[in-house]
């Protein structure tokens, strides 16, 4: 898209620029030429495109997507357990640690072995070797190559790649603002991708309640040991009181004896109960911190455990817990501990008030100081506070209680020795059967923990297998493929253009301020052109030549047509002036200017003016063998003198009124004979006997015989070649004729290709006009032969 300002014209009707001219502004007609003139480009390269995708498509194999809708709750099992062992955690970050535990190596490593013991296994792509996918192997063959030993070596490598292949198939997505999440499987077939994500869901269904359950199962197993020690042990306090009265005969206490019993199997009760709470609470916190171990977890605790809030309500909670002690010591010296149990359960549910509340904030406090998601370390640090403050209130309720079971021996053992005895034996039964009544109970708590404990997962809709594949996409990889055929054929073709140094319209000559005298269209090779009379199928470059000579064969052509236009425009580029001698050179081969200068020398002929056309190009001579002629007697015989002039010219027998002039000899100094003072003198004589005189020399930029006999002739025709010839050589051979003082009357674009030339309309028109006219003098020259052939 090369578009300038008008060359200007001087007084002497040349045209003045050096260079190139201003770029102006691209318009939309400049964009659909350039698409018009590579519209072949863009074709190819839509349809190369639009094939591949075509191809590639309908080639790649299905892929099914199966989908399963899963719901995460924010807790799970029955509410709070036995010894708050239920996590909580902050609803955003407890579904982030869910997707990258679905995305986790350790579930897909759980599900590979899922679906390899399944029954479906055989139907499964995702767990087959791609020696068991092609259907090949096995046999005698594997046994003699031994690939059966390298199957049971690779075994773990083998799984890794399943594993990898299953991760890559999975796709996680959170539904948002909802505590769902969307598991995708992809496979190769529905049933398939079905199945695998069925499995998927099952597994870390099962995981997650797993999980959930594990830190309660250890409690439980704690309790489990404890209540056989206990029930050993009371079992055998039963038997030794038996055995005591039976052999004491005293069956029975006093009843202040009793009371005391009673109260310090109480208290017994208490103190053990609380100690079996203060060693399941370890047990507790064991767990936890093997769980941060395992997970290479590395939190400072104390950071989140020593914020002001959360250290006034531990404060707090050690007052309470230090005020019941100091109470229930009180009631144990005035002996009225059985009657204050109510002003004791009120302290106990103000301490279990406030360790709720700080266990809500050590929630929120954990959660908000935990930024990765792909760790559950908020739930268990938060845990493992609790745990340990939990520890740290039992410590002074043990120590209190130890102290009241100590007082309450004390008295015990002012008992007289018989009494003492019974005494003995009687608490320590109803102190064991207390604590294993209070195991029982917790230990059944606890086994119903665990099986409340579901998990947070469920499964809201299962994954069923699609009717229809998500890959390949036929319609979009189509359309797709459609768009970038044609993107990139545009783009191609702007590359061209812009990579292109061509001159290719007049806007280009324009840009490089050079002078329009004519555009010739590219011309078609004829079989024959009705000039020739021998054929000259022999030497190629002349056939071509003959070949286009379309002003004699198709007079009214639009070529031809063009030609006339030439002829035109010469004769009326000098008004008033007689100019006679017009040499015709271009910049360099091959660009049209033997067959342009013949043309334009049949189309003076045609019009009845006496034309000579002289063959000047003295290296490459080509016109004796267009017209058919000898070049033996020519040009330069004329000039060195072994020739009369009468003698050198021939004339074309089907056009009276042109005559040739052939090169003749080709002498070992064509410039200076051309730039000779004879050769000046000759074209002096020749304007005598001539109206006009046509000169063909050769490339202006290849040698100089142009640059020489330019000066002479009245005016020089410059022929260029559409999309062939160099905008750099074009301009460096027009300033060459503008250094020797020739009189360049402008430029020949030849070649133009009027179908590639976005707006073409003048030659169709012109085509379609004297087309429909000559068929119409050919039918009636032809019923015209039929008649008189009929009449003889």
């Known amino acids: 898209m090369n578009l300038s300002k008008p060359h200007n014209e001087n007084g002497n009707g040349q045209f ?11 318009t939309l007609r400049d964009y659909l030429r350039v698409l018009y003139r590579s519209r072949f480009i863009i074709l190819i390269s839509f349809i190369v495109i639009l094939g591949i995708t075509l191809f590639i498509t309908f080639r790649t194999e299905p892929v099914y997507q199966a989908t399963a809708k899963i719901m995460v709750e924010e807790q799970g099992g029955v509410g709070e357990s036995l010894f708050d062992v239920t996590s909580m955690m902050k609803k955003e970050t407890m579904i982030n640690n869910q997707v990258e535990i679905l995305s986790s190596r350790t579930l897909a490593e759980q599900v590979i072995r899922e679906l390899q013991v399944s029954d479906q296994a055989h139907r499964l792509r995702m767990i087959q070797s791609e020696t068991e996918k092609s259907g090949s192997g096995g046999g005698i063959l594997s046994w003699l190559t031994g690939d059966d030993e390298k199957e049971e070596s690779d075994i773990a490598s083998e799984f890794d790649r399943y594993v990898e292949r299953l991760r890559n198939s999975i796709k996680i997505n959170p539904i948002r603002n909802t505590d769902m999440v969307e598991i995708s499987i992809n496979a190769f077939s529905a049933f398939e991708a079905a199945y695998i994500a069925n499995t998927v869901t099952r597994v870390y269904q099962n995981m997650n309640r797993q999980q959930s359950q594990e830190e309660v199962r250890q409690v439980k197993n704690f309790l489990e040991e404890q209540l056989d020690m206990y029930q050993k042990e009371l079992a055998g306090s039963e038997e030794t009181l038996k055995n005591y009265q039976e052999r004491s005969k005293i069956f029975a206490l006093d009843q202040e004896t009793e009371e005391l019993v009673q109260n310090l199997s109480e208290f017994e009760t208490l103190f053990n109960e609380a100690k079996t709470e203060y060693e399941a609470n370890r047990q507790r916190l064991a767990y936890i911190n093997e769980q941060l171990d395992d997970k290479n977890i590395n939190i400072d605790v104390d950071a989140i455990s020593s914020q002001p809030y959360l250290e006034e309500l531990r404060k707090q909670i050690a007052e309470k817990e230090a005020e019941l002690t100091k109470y229930m010591a009180s009631l144990v010296e005035i002996g009225t501990y059985s009657q204050a149990k109510n002003q004791v359960q009120l302290l106990e549910r103000q301490i279990s008030a406030l360790k709720k509340k700080f266990k809500q904030e050590v929630t929120k406090a954990a959660a908000s100081q935990f930024i990765d998601p792909a760790q559950i370390s908020g739930s268990l640090v938060r845990s493992k506070i609790e745990v340990e403050t939990q520890l740290q209130s039992l410590e002074p309720k043990i120590k209190a209680l130890g102290d009241i079971v100590a007082e309450y021996n004390t008295e015990l053992e002012a008992l007289p020795g018989k009494s003492l005895r019974l005494a003995r034996l009687m608490r320590k039964r109803q102190s064991d059967e207390k604590i294993y009544i209070m195991l029982q109970e917790k230990y059944q708590e606890s086994r119903i923990t665990e099986v409340g404990q579901l998990g947070v997962i469920r499964i809201i809709d299962p994954a069923m297998p699609p009717k229809y594949p998500v890959k390949p996409r036929k319609k979009i990889n189509v359309l797709l493929g459609m768009l970038v055929g044609l993107g990139m054929g545009v783009a191609i073709a702007f590359v061209l253009e812009y990579l292109d140094n061509s001159v290719r319209s007049i806007e280009d000559l324009e840009r490089l301020s050079m002078p329009m005298m004519s555009t010739i269209p590219f011309i078609r090779p004829e079989e024959t052109n009705g000039v020739l009379k021998t054929p000259v199928a022999s030497d ?48 360099g081969p091959k660009e049209g200017k ?19 056309l002289i063959d000047a190009d003295l290296r490459r001579p080509i016109l004796h063998k267009l017209f058919g002629l000898k070049k033996e007697v020519g040009l330069t015989n004329v000039l060195v003198g072994r020739a009369a002039l009468e003698d050198a010219t021939d004339n074309v027998r089907e056009l009276p009124d042109l005559d040739i002039l052939s090169c003749g000899v080709i002498p070992p100094n064509p410039a200076e004979l051309l730039g000779s003072e004879k050769m000046r003198q000759l074209l002096e004589t020749l304007k005598q006997r001539y109206n006009v005189i046509l000169i063909d020399t050769p490339p202006i930029i290849a040698v100089t015989d142009a640059s020489v006999l330019a000066p002479l002739a009245d005016g020089v025709l410059l022929v260029v070649r559409s999309a062939q010839t160099q905008k750099d ?37 012109y085509h379609y006009y004297y087309g429909k006219d000559s068929e119409k003098k050919r039918k009636r020259l032809s019923s015209r032969f039929s008649r008189s052939k009929s009449r003889m």
Not at 594 to 612: D, E, P, R, W, Y
Not at 741 to 759: E, R
């Open 594 to 612: 033997s067959t342009s200068v013949s043309n334009l020398a049949i189309t003076f002929a045609q019009m009845g003016t006496k034309t000579l």
């Open 540 to 587: 190629p470059e002349v056939q071509a030549i003959s070949e286009r000579l379309v002003t004699h064969l198709q007079p009214k052509s639009p070529i031809s047509e063009a030609y006339r236009t030439l002829r035109t425009n010469i004769i009326f580029s000098s008004p008033g002036e007689q100019r006679r001698v017009f040499l015709v050179t271009s910049s």
């Open 729 to 765: 050589a074009a301009m460096h051979a027009y300033e060459q004729l503008r250094r020797v003082k020739a009189n360049v009357l402008g430029v020949i674009l030849n070649g133009l290709q009027a179908s590639n030339s976005y707006g073409s309309y003048y030659y169709y028109q």
């Open 16 to 26: 003045e620029g050096n260079g190139y001219a201003e770029e102006p502004q691209i």
